[in-house]
């Protein structure tokens, strides 16, 4: 009887070590965690026929009804305001009414835009135009770069942004490659937020981005996340990918603030 009490304790201490870290270590996806329930997709190109996004109100529909089986609650709207794609407010609005009457589901549809940095912005804010801010506060303006090279005066129109009142929100920082850790750290002190694309975890851009994404996750530099939807394939792609425990948490901080 001795010698099985001996055998059975530390067989008792391994199962109970293993039940207790297994679950902590065991990688898990963004859809099944839970963490989609109430959170808010700041970046998206759902919005049918405007961009080089989803192109037809029956996709937008049928990527609405999946998001309300995953559970999220908000979604921002930010297609394309660029020299190449060169839409108004007036007309965004008017395709997002649309939207709004045929969509009779749960999530919250609001209207941002996406700018990218380059003549067309410079003269948007040099003729004080008004422009489609992102967040409940109405406080920041989505921008984006190219991947390759910064764009020129990008700090000078980051500044005369800031100046207008918002703070810029700057898509997807980690796919700039032009950037290295230390303008990431300068950017974000002067002001500049950042937000986080979710299929950069999935490696959707490659390893180097992906390593770019978890060091600004771990530095706590972003401020929140978004699909960057274009299709309704790549919800999939974009929510079932595994990652650790820690970098759950540290998404779903992103996912379910509000700016
Ligand atoms: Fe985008």
């Keep these: 009887m001795q ?14 070590a293993y039940l207790t870290v297994w679950p902590f270590n065991k990688k898990t996806t963004i859809a099944a965690s839970g963490i989609l329930a109430g959170a808010a997709d700041h970046h998206s190109h759902i919005l049918p026929g405007v961009d080089d ?21 908000e979604l921002w709207l930010t297609p394309h305001i660029m020299e190449d794609i060169p839409n108004t407010p007036e007309k965004l609005m008017e395709c997002f009414a649309r939207l709004k009457a045929a969509y009779t589901g749960t999530v919250e549809l609001h209207l941002a835009a ?5 003549n067309n912005l410079r003269k948007l804010l040099n003729d004080n135009k008004a422009l489609l801010p992102i967040g409940t506060a109405s406080k920041h303006i989505l921008v984006e ?30 796919r700039y490659i032009y950037l290295d850790n230390d303008e990431y750290l300068k950017l974000h002190n002067e002001g500049v937020k950042f937000q986080l ?11 180097t981005v992906k390593k770019r994404a978890l060091w600004l996750l771990s530095n706590g530099l972003y401020s929140v996340a978004g699909s960057d939807l274009h299709c309704e394939e790549a ?8 990652l650790d425990k820690q970098t759950i948490e540290q998404v779903e901080r992103l996912l379910h603030n509000s700016i």
């Design 53 to 73: 996004g989803v192109e037809t109100m029956n996709e937008a529909l049928r990527i609405l009804a999946t998001y309300e089986t995953l559970g999220i609650k």
């Design 3 to 16: 010698v099985f009490a001996f055998n059975l304790s530390p067989f008792r201490f391994n199962l109970s």
């Design 197 to 207: 694309n979710l299929a950069s975890l999935a490696g959707g851009y490659g390893t």
């Design 114 to 118: 996406e700018y990218m940095i380059d």
């Design 235 to 242: 919800v999939e792609f974009i929510t079932k990918f595994n």
């Design 145 to 174: 770069t190219s991947y390759y090279n910064a764009p020129i005066r990008m700090n000078e129109t980051l500044q005369q942004i800031k100046s207008m009142g918002y703070f810029p929100l700057l898509a997807h920082p980690e």
